[in-house]
């Protein structure tokens, strides 16, 4: 059968997360489409994807799986539901309000190791209208197989998250000593922020660009991760994908630090800490392989693989044992107001094709 997929997205960010299931998808024969909701994100899908322009033509296209990295889809469309995620989980809401919320829109929820699916299997058995598939994630497949880094001077990655709660570009001090320390030309800084991140944040990030710090205005970030010898982040799901290549990341006032990071909350903590991580003490070395094979124990780079045959055999499967999703009707009207498209149609099970 010739499966019809949709990579349904909101934010760029959502393009490397997507790109690997495509290619996945296609390397099978199958049919690929993308749509954006978000107007600004509309502009920047390249010329080479296949993309719907609108909600009509998406309907239209009749998916047989909507692959979704964002977390409120139009759940009029045709094909089963399925979510990916758009991030690991970083603990920057309560549990009710973060990453395990159940909004409703989804049928497959494709989690990326034991610390998402045992709460996500626990909330499968309380509401019925959805299955949980371990798979991993996508966005992390070109990480692997790991490679050995081979440069004279060590490089720092430097990641913040977009809310002003956690950030560290809303800390002038931290900035200060970001620009101090990469004037003394010891270590290669690069610096990536989120594609939300506030534009006047982003301006002074480019101001501070000098001969040993440069600022990389990409949703491509793998390539960087692999050049760098360390992380220096706030609370942002980047550390997660970072620390997959078993290196140490240094948080500042991480919301919820463990063991698998060195988290410091004084400024005059940052260099020392710094030099620490780069040299790979053994309990960090230690604490990192065990948050590893909790949040994300593939090393194959297949999860997008993963991913496409969970929907599959989803999609062939019997789905009787599973309840209608609730109505939802707020939410749903928040997404039809969002598309301008008012229809009364909404499907509550995952639908049945004709092979």
């Not at 999860?303 to 599959?312: G, M």
């Not at 989803?314 to 609730?326: A, G």
């Amino acid at each position: 059968m010739n499966y019809r997929f949709l990579i349904y997205i909101s934010y760029s960010y959502a393009f490397p997360i997507g790109e690997p299931l495509e290619e996945e998808i296609l390397r099978r024969g199958y049919e690929v489409k993308w749509f954006a909701d978000e107007e600004e994100t509309k502009a920047r899908f390249s010329q080479e994807k296949l993309v719907l322009n609108n909600i009509k033509e998406v309907i239209a296209y009749q998916p047989h799986v909507v692959l979704s990295i964002t977390d409120s889809i139009a759940d009029f469309i045709p094909g089963i539901k399925v979510q990916v995620f758009h991030g690991f989980l970083a603990n920057k809401h309560s549990f009710k309000k973060g990453h395990f919320r159940i909004r409703g829109f989804f049928d497959m929820y494709c989690t990326q190791g034991p610390s998402t699916t045992e709460p996500f299997k626990k909330l499968q058995k309380k509401h019925k209208h959805f299955e949980v598939i371990e798979t991993g994630w996508s966005k992390v497949d070109p990480l692997f197989p790991l490679e050995d880094k081979s440069t004279e001077k060590p490089v720092i990655l430097i990641s913040s998250t977009f809310s002003p709660k956690y950030s560290l570009t809303y800390v002038e001090e931290v900035l200060n000593e970001i620009r101090r320390l990469s004037k003394i030309g010891t270590w290669e800084f690069k610096i990536i922020l989120h594609p939300k991140m506030a534009k006047d944040k982003i301006e002074i990030i480019k101001a501070m660009q000098n001969e040993h710090l440069t600022y990389y205005d990409t949703t491509d970030i793998v390539p960087l991760f692999k050049k760098a010898d360390i992380m220096f982040s706030d609370t942002t799901s980047a550390i997660t994908e970072f620390i997959l290549q078993k290196k140490p990341v240094v948080t500042f006032k991480n919301n919820k630090p463990g063991e698998h990071l060195l988290n410091i909350t004084e400024v005059f903590e940052i260099e020392d800490a710094i030099s620490k991580a780069l040299n790979c003490p053994q309990p960090l070395m230690e604490a990192i392989q065990n948050y590893i094979d909790v949040t994300h124990p593939y090393y194959d780079g297949n999860s997008s693989q993963r991913v496409i045959n969970s929907c599959i055999e989803f999609l062939n499967s019997d789905r009787s044992h599973l309840k209608k999703k609730p109505l939802n009707l707020i939410r749903k009207l928040k997404v039809r107001k969002k598309l301008g498209f008012y229809p009364l149609k909404t499907n509550r099970r995952p639908p049945t094709f004709e092979k």
